[in-house]
């Protein structure tokens, strides 16, 4: 039978730590445009208690996205130790494009994607290289995709890539702006012949449209004689985190029946790092979808030191539990595990994987 495994696992996570303690000098403001009255040191206390945040990371003034999706994509090769010739297509999964530091207007000509394979210095042609939006649930969808590809045998080995800035892009008197943060991650998906069934197992991938498209998008800053023509991102979080505990248990519970796996085989849950109360309420709703008590450790976070940076958190996620460097989680050969996301469109996506 024909598997579809990541058989490498990159990422890169930027060096600049920006604290929480670092916007206390902040001056912000309500989407109405009027000033928080509540003192920083309050705002922050209580931003802390909902995200569980303490500190992000950014990328330093030379870095672009596509910079840090290089260095997560050779690590990644190197991890898979394949020649990086033989990659047949190149996913890159993010929102907002290359954004230089203090610009407004995002670069995506040439494709980030072409960008990469440029970098990495691939002379293949039938390399196919090509940009994916699709919110923060971007690199579970490249996943997918590549996944697709080369079911269809079109492909045997595709680079998925997420990575993003979202600092470049944050409101600077929006108390959001905290959340977000910088990196990226990528891995190696490639075609296994064997006579054992592994790698993904099934794939769960939906798009909601109605009011929900526009829980995030891009709008104007909260102080709004700031900058008044520039755009920065924005998002209605009461309804996304209502949303998101609605839709998102169901959807890992689609997935995991596809696959016909019981919720008591999973060793691991690797979900997108956007909100740690939000998290931990979608994996206890989802357990809850099958009368079981959440297990202790099921979940590994890694948000409170490195914040939401969108499209890269589970593929860095993932790759940080591969490298010991999240005590308590390991995983081991013949695991079974869940990655799934949600984020804007508003998108939701998972999949099985049995390593």
């Not at 039978?1 to 600049?16: A, D, E, F």
């Not at 079109?154 to 929006?174: F, M, N, Q, Y």
């Not at 109605?210 to 520039?230: H, I, M, R, T, V």
Request: net charge negative.
């Amino acid at each position: 039978m024909t598997n579809v495994i990541l058989s490498g696992i990159g990422s890169y996570i930027p060096t600049q730590v920006v604290k929480n303690e670092d916007f206390l000098r902040t001056s912000f403001y309500e989407v109405n445009g009027e000033k928080i009255q509540l003192d920083n040191e309050t705002i922050i206390q209580k931003f802390h208690a909902i995200t569980g945040i303490e500190e992000r990371r950014y990328a330093e003034a030379d870095q672009l996205s596509s910079n840090l999706a290089l260095i997560a994509a050779e690590r990644a090769i190197a991890d898979a130790g394949c020649d990086k010739e033989s990659i047949d297509i190149i996913i890159y999964a993010h929102n907002f494009g290359d954004v230089a530091i203090d610009k407004v207007q995002s670069d995506v000509l040439p494709s980030l994607a072409s960008r990469v394979k440029h970098a990495l210095g691939i002379q293949n042609i039938n390399c196919n290289a090509f940009d994916l939006l699709a919110g923060c649930p971007g690199w579970i969808q490249g996943v997918i995709v590549a996944r697709q590809a080369i079911l269809s045998g079109d492909a045997k080995r595709v680079l998925v890539i997420g990575a993003e800035t979202l600092s470049r892009v944050v409101d600077p008197h929006d108390r959001d702006q905290m959340i977000y943060a910088d990196g990226a991650g990528a891995a190696i998906i490639e075609s296994e012949e064997s006579d054992v069934k592994r790698g993904i197992m099934s794939v769960a991938s939906q798009t909601f449209t109605a009011q929900e498209a526009f829980y995030l998008y891009y709008g104007c800053s909260n102080q709004k004689d700031f900058l008044p023509e520039n755009n920065y991102i924005k998002m209605d979080g009461r309804k996304i985190y209502e949303f998101a505990l609605t839709n998102v248990p169901k959807a890992m519970q689609t997935c995991l029946e596809k696959a016909n796996i019981a919720i008591d085989e999973l060793a691991k849950v690797f979900l997108h790092q956007a909100n740690e109360k939000m998290d931990e309420a979608i994996i206890n709703r989802f357990y809850k979808l099958y009368q079981k008590s959440t297990p202790e450790n099921i979940m590994p976070m890694s948000i409170q030191l490195l914040g939401n940076s969108s499209v890269a958190t589970v593929p860095t996620l993932y790759d940080l539990v591969l490298q010991g460097k999240l005590p308590g989680h390991q995983v081991k050969k013949g695991d079974k595990v869940l990655f799934a996301s949600v984020g804007a469109g508003m998108n939701i996506n998972a999949f099985s994987y049995q390593l």
